[in-house]
């Protein structure tokens, strides 16, 4: 097994920035391109084919997360395998993610495409965008399967300690959708289709190549047909880190989607201003998101091989950055919201709603970098049910009771609705500091 990924040597500020700059890179180009299609679908498109992009790019996000949570156990497993120096384990776990997300693909597929219609309902999308959301997510459920794959060999090359090469891949999705988008949706005038045929085309192509890499040997082992196959206990030990994590991550989308029907319950201006804030915040989150990626993957590699020390300093190296950027974003949005928000829409109302919004909302960018660093130690650690107790005691005790409660009492601005998630990441971040002393403690 190659040593050239190996994460449990050298400075350790140094593994950790070389290892977490492609991979935010990575979720720049993602969101990018995600942020494209609503661009590029308002420059071309009335508010209705624009809110059903972002409601149902919403739903896409929920269902890409859970999957990464899911493949967050393949990359913990291979990073705790290749710390021990067990290339036997690597290939175990590698044949069996393949043929497991294989079937979960297949399946999760078919069910989503006959529950479209439900779907549309459950997230009460405005009457006017009804029809093109539910051919958005009809389109894009049919690309799942490339979701899926996509995902789980990222997870494969950063389980090894490989950032780079998803960085790679994920350029070609990006720079074919951005295309794709101008010539479905300007050229063509397919609208919302038009916006998740580029995504589904993007990833296709995306996986093809990632698969001609993987073919021609460049992950550092050998691997052979008889590797790919469901390992004894090794499905076991990929879901027990991977479930708390698709959960944990599963829950907090719905949470937002709970948000989202709240604001869509209140009309086509609320409903596209919180729409396009979610698309900004995602963008804001990708610098504590990538280093809850990188964090868990130095910490499993570095346990692995019995460098607990070095998995605590990349986790206090990943606080201080994290921290800093979410006290920039925050910033900025007290003062320059609009002309963030006014990169996507001229429309005054949702202007000024979205505004409301994300001045109140932008506070999370803040407390969120705290608990996702935490939450990748944890993962590392493979407590991933820790991350999944702070989330749903979060969700469950504010975000959503402080959303409705907002709703109901200030029907007129969205700035207090805006302060439910932050108050949730503050929850979140009290329990992962108290957890992580605990946990000291007993060592």
């Known amino acids: 097994m190659k040593e050239k990924n190996d994460l449990t040597t050298g400075n350790i500020k140094k593994t950790l920035l070389i290892f977490v700059l492609p991979y935010l890179l990575s979720c720049f180009m993602q969101t990018f391109y995600g942020m494209a299609d609503l661009f590029v679908v308002g420059l071309y498109n009335d508010v209705s084919t624009t809110t059903a992009v972002s409601i149902g790019s919403q739903v896409m996000h929920m269902l890409t997360v859970i999957i990464v949570g899911l493949a967050m156990g393949t990359t913990v497993w291979i990073g705790s395998f290749v710390g021990a120096k067990d290339e036997q384990g690597v ?28 779907i549309t309902g459950i997230m009460m999308t405005p009457k006017e965008a009804v029809k093109e959301t539910r051919i958005y997510l009809a389109v894009c459920f049919a690309g799942i399967p490339f979701i899926t794959a996509y995902n789980v060999i990222s997870s494969i090359f950063r389980g090894m300690g490989d950032s780079k090469r998803p960085m790679y891949f994920v350029a070609v999705a990006c720079g074919a959708n951005v295309v794709l988008d101008f010539v479905f949706i300007g050229g063509m005038g397919l609208g919302a289709a038009g916006a998740a045929l580029a995504t589904v085309c993007g990833q296709a192509l995306s996986v093809a190549v990632s698969a001609i890499v993987m073919k021609r040997n460049k992950l550092g082992i050998e691997m ?47 409903s596209t201003g919180v729409g396009i804030v979610e698309k900004l915040i995602s963008f804001m989150f990708l610098v504590p998101s990538a280093f809850l990626s990188a964090i868990s993957a130095v910490t499993a590699q570095n ?29 900025y949005n007290q003062f320059l919201p609009d002309t963030l928000i006014g990169l996507f829409t001229e429309n005054k109302e949702v202007l000024s709603a979205g505004c409301e919004y994300m001045r109140a909302y932008s506070m999370d960018c803040v407390f969120a970098a705290v608990h996702f660093c935490f939450s990748g130690y944890f993962c590392g650690l493979r407590k991933s049910g820790i991350s999944f107790l702070h989330n749903i005691v979060s969700i469950i005790l504010v975000r959503i009771p402080a959303a409705y409660l907002a709703s109901i009492h200030f029907p007129h601005t969205l700035y207090p609705m805006g302060l439910a998630a932050p108050l949730g990441s503050l929850l979140s971040a009290i329990i992962c500091v108290g957890f992580y002393v605990y946990l000291q403690n007993g060592n």
């Open 91 to 118: 290939k175990k776990t590698i044949g069996t993610s393949a043929i497991f997300f294989a079937v979960f693909a297949v399946i999760i597929t078919a069910l989503l495409l006959v529950l479209t219609p439900y």
């Open 224 to 270: 052979t047909s008889k590797d790919f196959r469901l390992h004894k206990g090794f499905v076991s030990h990929i879901m027990k880190v991977g479930i708390p994590v698709a959960m944990q991550d599963g829950f907090i989308q719905v949470a937002f989607i709970v948000i989202t029907v709240i604001a869509n319950s209140r009309g086509l201006i609320a």
């Open 303 to 331: 346990v692995g091989a019995g460098k607990q020390q070095r998995a605590k300093s990349a986790l206090r190296y990943g606080l201080v950055i994290t921290v800093i950027w979410g006290l920039m974003c925050f910033a």
